[in-house]
Structure formats: C-alpha cells, structure tokens
C-alpha cells in the first residue's frame, strides 16, 4: 500500500467490514473437488443436484475412454461440473480380466483419490497395458480357478502397475488390500451387469438424465445433449 493507515479505530472498522463481508459472501462450493458415492457404489463428480446427471460407463483398458478423459472430459469439467450444472458419475464397464485389476486400483486411496487415479490410469495406460503379454500362465491359472485377488495381485506386478499406483502414493501394501477387497469386487462386477442390463454395448456410453446415449463420443456431442 501507497499510505499507511494512521489510526486503530479506522484499522478497527476496516477489518470489520471486511469481516461483514466474508459473512454476507460465503464461498462457493468447489465442485471440481466434491464426490460422493452412489447407494450401488460408484462415484460421483460435482453437485449432486446438478440439472445433467451424466453417468459415464467406461473401461481402463479402452482407447477412447482414454481419450474421453484426457482430451474431452477436462472442457466438460470445466464448463459444466466446475459450475454446478452438470455431475459425472463413473460406472464400471469391464472388457476383460485386466480391467478388473484397474477397475479395483482406480478405488483405492478412498472417494477423494478416486477421480485422480482414473486419469493416471488412463495416462500411463499405454504403459501398462502394452505389457499384457507379461501376464504369466501362473496369474493366467489363478484366474481361471476364479482365484481373483490372486490374479489380479498376479497383474498388478507384472504388468507394472506397482510403480504407477505409488506415483499417486499407493504403496504395494496398500495396493494388495485394495485389490483383496471382496465388497468392492462384487461393485465394479456389479456395476458392469447392470450396464450390461441397461444395454450398454461399447465404452464409452453414456447415459444423461436418465437416457442412454448413441454416438456421443466428444464434450461437443455431449454438451448438444444437456440442458
């Protein structure tokens, strides 16, 4: 400041009102940064009173969701869940057994690591995914005597997804009780039976407000289909 203010009692009104004015203005809720979890447990992104309810299903192993997220979902995010008009919800579509490994490290960490750790799944997702043919017959066995924590544990180290979840802080230890976890295996199963129930066919699909959408494939197609 060019002057100094000279008096306590003009310093004392000059913090009260700004003290009045933080009240009359409360901050706005940051919506970017709100998620909750739905009664059959995927998560939500932004207001839940949102007027577009957008739900996403989606695969970690699929091309175009990864090009959803990255270069689409940040515009969207952007203009419509950072402003309230439009949540996200992520339901699991699974294509094949590696994307239940994924599908199950992209819930560890807890609802607020969530979002974070799909889109680091689906940036290093060429890394680990072009080393599937490191899959041994060994992992490859667990998973045909339905042994799923086995085979996925099996995935998680040999395709190189150790070192990635612990770029978001995820230790082994922590990785190998996320993917042991019975309750959230029978969630992303489940979700990807209903997806399938409600005809969902491809990912990535989305539904908006309760429709289910042809050819949206951009925030540009998306945003023509909302309020």
Not at 69 to 85: I, M, R
Not at 145 to 153: H, R
Request: aromatic share 6%.
């Amino acid at each position: 400041m060019s002057h100094m203010l000279k008096t306590g009692s003009i310093i004392l009104v000059g913090a009260m009102t700004l003290a009045a004015g933080s009240l009359a203005a409360p901050a706005k809720p940051s919506w970017l940064t709100t998620v909750s979890v739905t009664d059959k447990g995927a998560h939500v992104l932004g207001n839940p009173a949102a007027p577009n309810k957008v739900v996403e299903y989606l695969s970690y192993t699929c091309g175009h969701c990864a090009n959803f997220e990255l270069n689409e979902a940040p515009a969207f995010k952007t203009q419509y869940v950072a402003t309230g008009k439009a949540s996200l919800e992520i339901r699991n579509m699974l294509l094949n057994p590696i994307d239940l490994t994924a599908a199950m490290l992209a819930r560890c960490g807890g609802k607020g690591r969530f979002f974070g750790n799909q889109k680091h799944l689906f940036a290093t997702q060429s890394v680990w995914l072009g080393k599937a043919k490191n899959i041994s017959a060994a992992t490859q066995a667990h998973l045909k005597s339905e042994n799923y924590t086995a085979y996925m544990t099996g995935v998680y180290n040999e395709i190189g997804l150790a070192p990635i979840m612990q770029q978001r802080g995820i230790t082994p230890a922590q990785a190998k009780i996320c993917l042991a976890d019975k309750a959230a295996l029978k969630i992303v199963l489940d979700l990807t039976d209903g997806g399938a129930a409600a005809g969902v066919t491809g990912t990535p699909t989305f539904m908006i407000n309760g429709v289910l959408q042809d050819h949206v494939h951009s925030f540009a197609d998306l945003k023509a289909k909302m309020k």
